[in-house]
């Protein structure tokens, strides 16, 4: 009993000292000009990046990972959607081809079924897709949370944060989907950028506050005193949250980066100062205002810049060029808190 506490022990004190805490990078493949799979696993390994989340299935990209350590949010394809909702079989056919065979080896951290599909046509596929997704991962004896991104267009307002409400078209979908997630403590997936917000109205917003350089108490919200955009989106949507009951719902930021070019404010050193401030605030755990000292996970967007999206910032979102030369640093060593 003894030699398994401190083997326990030892294991603890790696599994701390890797990684920086709470920190994943995306993997987006519409690239033609990308590394094959396993060198990307290797890059990610080489940058201390231990979590990260793919948009759809791909086998190569699942085969590398197996072994490798790294966690993997793995999303649907937004098509399957409407066939995993109206059809069990197919849930369990998806579960059987893209999960099973790498579950042995790979830590799925979560299933994301769509990804910022509300509001839309597909809005109304994504709880049935959830439920049978989690029904044939039970029957499968899988544990795997089930859930589904969100992009913040799904708040109508978010200024103040303690003011943030989905929108009339949003919430008869995300009610009822918080009430699935919250009975089965499966987190919300939310992809939150503070440079659209900035983009969009640089006249009403510090690009300081933007970038999480210490502005301290830019905005003052009742009790709450914010010194970052991200802080502030992130609290607006737990606020959201709290207004259709469901306060202690988790939330995962699944997205969030600022691209270096293609505008005047994506700027390689905007991009670099953004992504280091907003890892090293969210490693420190201090949470955010509406929910202090809790760490939240949040996944970086993205890995490569992507020459298959559309022209401009979209392209440039990231840390790497597909050759696998740095687009700017970013500091993943561990940090003690
Ligand atoms: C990698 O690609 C970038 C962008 O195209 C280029 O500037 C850089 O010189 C390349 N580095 C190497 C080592 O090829």
Not at 26 to 50: A, C, H, M, R
Not at 270 to 296: D, E, F, W
Request: glycine fraction near 8%; include cysteine; charged fraction near 15%.
């Amino acid at each position: 009993m003894q030699h398994l506490c401190v083997l326990l022990f030892l294991f603890a004190c790696v599994t701390l000292r890797s990684g920086v805490e709470g920190i994943g990078v995306n993997y987006g493949f519409l690239g033609d000009n990308l590394p094959p799979p396993t060198q990307v696993i290797n890059l990610l390994k080489s940058i201390n990046i231990q979590k990260t989340r793919i948009f759809d299935p791909n086998p190569a990209v699942l085969k590398a990972l197996e072994g490798s350590g790294i966690s993997v949010i793995l999303g649907t394809r937004n098509e399957d959607l409407q066939p995993l909702a109206s059809d069990l079989n197919f849930a369990t056919n998806w579960v059987i081809t893209n999960v099973v065979p790498h579950v042995s080896s790979v830590n799925f951290a979560y299933i994301s079924a769509g990804n910022e599909v509300i509001p839309g046509q597909l809005a109304s596929f994504v709880l049935g897709a959830i439920q049978n997704l989690d029904s044939a991962l039970k029957a499968l004896n899988l544990n795997i949370p089930v859930t589904t991104t969100v992009s913040l267009q799904v708040l109508g307002t978010s200024y103040p944060p303690s003011q943030g409400v989905f929108t009339e078209e949003s919430i008869q979908f995300l009610r009822p989907i918080a009430q699935f997630l919250a009975t089965k403590e499966y987190p919300l997936l939310a992809d939150v950028y503070p440079y659209f917000a900035y983009a969009s109205s640089p006249e009403h917003i510090q690009l300081d506050y933007a970038l999480v350089k210490n502005t301290a108490d830019n905005v003052i919200d009742g009790d709450l005193r914010y010194s970052n955009l991200f802080d502030a989106m992130v609290d607006a949507l737990y606020a959201a949250l709290e207004k259709v009951g469901q306060a202690g719902l988790g939330v995962v930021i699944s997205e969030t980066g600022w691209p270096s070019g293609g505008d005047v404010y994506a700027t390689i050193d905007n991009a670099q100062t953004y992504v280091n401030n907003l890892i090293a605030h969210v490693a420190s755990g201090k949470g955010t205002p509406r929910k202090p000292g809790k760490v939240v996970e949040t996944y970086i967007f993205a890995l490569f810049n992507e020459n298959q999206k559309p022209v401009g910032t979209e392209q440039n979102f990231g840390l790497f060029y597909p050759n696998m030369t740095e687009v700017y640093h970013v500091n993943l060593t561990p940090m003690k808190k």
